[in-house]
């Protein structure tokens, strides 16, 4: 077996190659398949919107003897089976229960439940309605910042790179990730909720990191190539991205390990949720981030490029010169 | 002088970082010790605050009412909802939680205790009235008569005229001074709770006092509401350097109050004056010295930069036509969040420490420098968030202790994409020492561009966001920071440093700058050591005769045979050592 390093010289030299712009049809019909597969899944598997988003009712006992919040669920299954419920412990006699939006008549059915497996009288049982304030509220607030941060994105990366083109690489492959990790949060059924959200958030500001590192060596190579190169353009963007391979593999392995844990660590003692719907978007985001940016930035990029001119004509060279040299040898 | 440059550029660095530290550490001590508050509270403390979701924190259920009476609508409640956010947001950079429910409710949660400020702030809220002065006075509520001892003035006599004598012709007309009312402010008790001027009626004239209770008043009807100020700001006049308060009406706004202005403007003192009444007390009665006909009054007085800021945030924010109620406020213990800050503790430390296995298992005894750098990186961090608690509020929410567990990683990226380059530099045949510098030359581009990224979507979430994501945004932004200052100031001083040494400069097989292992392909930039070079030479000489038309399978030897040819003409910018 090789070793990791001599794996990394392999890939550095060139001794070693995937062809992640050689093979670009293939990635590109699977990304789309991931693409498309992701979008479907809300489709049969509805996506879940915490009661932030969609609002809710909202019960809360107050003067209870012990707040034990296993006795609340209990007592809110009793009325509605399945009733998703949030419970909280407020002060040392007091108990929040918020569960899904309830009709008038489950509404007081659970209220006399709470009472009477709490023990209380139903006049310590206060009911209300949440509206979905924080997720309106913040829903269009991110949706804005998103936009501004693409935009701003956009315009550094083409003036840092000198090439819109990367700019507009970088953000489908960001517009990939997004797509497939909400898809994976879809399949395993976990709801959406503001701290789902700031995961988001993370793996949009991540995959865009990842992009422009493994970018840079893009443009190192082909800025240095010039005119003497002996590849085509494509076969620098592949030496590159090859090249940031160890990179990539070591950054996603050391960004999805401390994840992983909370995820691990999550889902054997149950109800850190906000944890586990942080970790599970940026676990997912990370490893999805890095393989976008192998298989659709960078080929992509790659695939615009090409078509100019300038590097058409040069490439032709290069494989003219190159069909020279082997019939020479 | 013995020390080549990059040796002391490493020390200075180090020394640097040093010194950073400590006068972070030295702030906070600061803060801890010689900042106290007037109750002789530390402002600061060694450990970072939490927010609600953590360390628990106070739940203010505030009810709106309306002036008639008739709920709120759901517009309203959303106005109301977006303004007290604003206002508890404007207190500090607390994850405040705030939550409309039951169709007139407004749940604020406030991390830790809500200090009486904090209280009142969110509670003033209520709806805001310009009424023209008609009389003013002392607060007092007894007068010295002629026997010399001081007599209460007597309760209102109930036959006393009530109406007015000749019908008002406007908002200042003395007429609407009747005899009951004039003997009603008379015994008029600024401190009397029973005395609710909040709730009187809008088109009837008021009996009320200054917010500090300085003065009582008796004010025209309502001439202009708080929803007619579309801004209030503080600033500072500069003809006569004195703070002031500018208020912009809006167009109907603008109209009603150059009326009221034409009127007001040369009447006799107190008709001269009008008053700004939140939730029925006076918060400023300012005489009018000019005609304002273009709807942007500025109050001035003996305003502070503080007084001004207050008002003119009352007046801004006071618009709202509701007043609101606590229902109920109460503190809310999180077992929850203490169970949870418990379980993202662990899963942190497990997290390092399976970084930490990694990155030695990977890269050996540079493993360590990660270690290290991700040590110093957790000392700073955990520093400037104490800073950052006592100067701006700054407290921990759980989404913020999840955004420094995964930061762990994003940090681990910097000293990976650094490490990658010495490698790649070390591959190109140079010297440990100039394998750093190049590596480092290379690397700083690439790590200055993409956490400039982050620092970027730090900051546009930061401006943009909500309270819940502002907190996580500047988590972000703030670790990225620490993350580069590390790289300049640790990794890459250390990384100097070790080079320099015989286990590192000398690549030993474990120190995992090894040239043997990592194939040390070319000795100057043309030379190919013969075992990687014939290897790769007939595999892709075999390959490519197969296969012809695949031009990237050709690579290898193509880009050989051409490197070959341009060698010379390539080598001489990077083979320096």
Not at chain 1, 51 to 80: C, H, K, R, W, Y
Not at chain 2, 365 to 389: E, R
Not at chain 2, 398 to 408: D, K, P, Q, R
């Amino acid at each position: 077996m090789r070793t990791m390093s001599q794996f990394g010289n392999d890939l550095y030299t060139g001794k070693t190659s995937f062809p992640f712009v050689g093979r670009r049809r293939l990635w590109f019909i699977i990304a789309a398949v991931l693409v498309i597969g992701a979008a479907l899944v809300p489709v049969f598997r509805p996506v879940q919107f915490s009661i932030e988003f969609t609002g809710g009712s909202q019960f809360t006992v107050n003067g209870v003897a012990s707040p034990d919040q296993t006795l609340a669920t209990e007592a809110v299954q009793s009325v509605v089976p399945g009733a998703a419920t949030k419970v909280t412990t407020i002060g040392d006699d007091a108990v929040r229960v918020q569960t899904d939006q309830m009709t008038d008549p489950e509404t007081r059915d659970v209220t006399a439940a709470l009472a009477e497996i709490y023990d209380v009288g139903e006049d310590s049982v206060s009911s209300s309605f949440i509206g979905p304030s924080w997720g309106q509220d913040v829903t269009r607030q991110s949706l804005w910042g998103l936009a501004i941060f693409l935009a701003l994105t956009f315009l550094i990366l083409a003036i840092y790179f000198r090439t819109w083109k990367m700019s507009v690489a970088a953000i489908i492959g960001l517009i990939d990730v997004l797509v497939i990790t909400v898809g994976v949060y879809a399949v395993f059924g976990f709801e959406i909720s503001p701290a789902a959200v700031i995961g988001f958030l993370t793996i949009l500001s991540y995959s865009l990191y990842d992009t422009t590192v493994v970018f840079d060596k893009v443009r190192e190579n082909t800025h240095e190539d010039g005119e003497k190169s002996g590849r085509t353009f494509g076969e620098s963007v592949n030496l590159a991205v090859n090249q940031t391979l160890i990179r990539s593999i070591n950054t996603t392995v050391v960004a999805a390990l401390p994840t992983g844990a909370i995820l691990f660590i999550g889902a054997l003692w149950l109800g850190a949720q906000t944890l586990t719907d942080i970790s599970l978007s940026i676990f997912v985001g990370t490893i999805v981030a890095a393989y976008s940016t192998l298989f659709v930035a960078a080929p992509l990029f790659s695939l615009m490029r090409e078509n100019e001119p300038e590097i058409k004509a040069r490439d032709e060279r290069v494989l003219a010169a190159r069909e020279k040299a082997l019939t020479a040898a | 002088m013995a020390a080549p440059t990059p040796v002391r550029h490493a020390w200075r660095a180090l020394i640097g970082l040093l010194t950073l530290t400590a006068l972070l550490f030295g702030i906070n001590a600061l803060g801890v010790f010689v900042f106290t508050d007037s109750e002789g509270n530390p402002g600061s403390s060694w450990a970072p605050e939490l927010a609600l979701d953590l360390q628990g924190g106070t739940q203010i259920i505030l009810q709106a009412n309306t002036p008639d009476g008739t709920p709120p609508s759901a517009e309203q409640m959303d106005q109301a909802a977006s303004i007290i956010r604003q206002r508890v947001d404007a207190s500090g950079v607390g994850e405040a939680d705030i939550t409309t429910q039951a169709g007139n409710q407004i749940v604020v949660q406030v991390p830790g205790q809500a200090d009486e400020e904090t209280r009142n702030r969110i509670e003033a809220s209520a709806q805001l009235q310009l009424r023209a002065v008609l009389y003013t006075a002392s607060p007092a509520t007894s007068y010295v008569g002629e026997d010399g001892n001081e007599t209460p003035y007597p309760s209102p006599d109930p036959t006393l005229n009530a109406t007015p004598s000749a019908a008002p012709s406007n908002g200042s007309d003395p007429n609407w001074i009747t005899d009951a009312l004039y003997a009603e402010f008379l015994a008029y008790d600024c401190t009397d709770p029973e005395n609710t001027p909040a709730t009187e009626p809008a088109d009837q004239p008021l009996i009320t006092c200054q917010n500090d209770g300085t003065a009582k008043y008796i004010l025209g009807p309502v001439e202009l509401d708080g929803s007619s100020i579309s801004d209030a700001s503080n600033g500072l006049n500069t003809q006569n350097n004195q703070w002031a308060v500018n208020i912009v009406f809006d167009g109907e706004g603008t109209d009603t109050f150059g009326k009221i202005s034409q009127r007001l403007y040369g009447a006799t003192a107190p008709l001269n004056q009008f008053a700004f009444v939140l939730d029925g007390s006076v918060l400023s009665a300012p005489s009018m010295n000019a005609v304002i006909l273009d709807g942007k009054p500025q109050i001035t007085g003996n305003f502070t930069q503080d007084t001004s800021k207050v008002l003119a945030d009352q007046l801004k924010y006071g618009a709202l036509p509701l007043s609101f109620e606590v229902q109920s406020s109460n503190s809310i213990s999180a077992t929850l969040g203490s169970q949870q800050l418990q379980i993202g503790l662990l899963a942190g430390l497990i997290g390092l420490i399976l970084v930490a296995i990694y990155s030695l298992v990977v890269y050996r005894a540079l493993g360590f420098v990660i270690i290290a750098s991700l040590v110093v990186m957790g000392v700073l961090t955990y520093i400037t968030l104490c800073i950052l608690a006592w100067r701006m509020g700054f407290r921990l929410s759980l989404a913020g202790v999840a955004g420094l567990i995964v930061t762990i990683g994003f940090t681990a990226d910097s000293f990976i994409v650094y490490f990658e380059r010495i490698r790649d530099e070390l591959r190109d045949g140079k010297s440990i020492t100039s394998a750093v510098e190049d590596g480092w030359g290379r690397a700083k581009r690439t790590i200055y561009i993409s956490k400039s990224i982050n620092i970027l979507a730090a900051v546009v979430l930061y401006i943009l966001a909500d309270a819940t994501v502002k907190g996580f945004a500047f988590t972000l932004g703030l670790t990225t920071l620490i993350d580069i200052g590390i790289f300049i100031l640790f990794t890459h001083p250390v990384l100097q440093l070790l080079a320099r040494t015989r286990f590192f400069g000398g690549g030993h097989p474990l120190s995992g700058l090894d040239p043997e292992a990592l194939g040390a392909v070319y000795r100057g930039r043309a030379q190919f050591r013969a075992p990687v070079d014939a290897g790769g030479r007939s595999a892709s000489q075999r390959r490519a005769s197969k296969s012809r038309g695949e031009a990237e399978r050709r690579q290898t030897i193509a880009e050989r045979k051409l490197a070959q040819q341009s060698a010379d003409t390539r080598s001489t910018t990077e083979g320096d050592d």
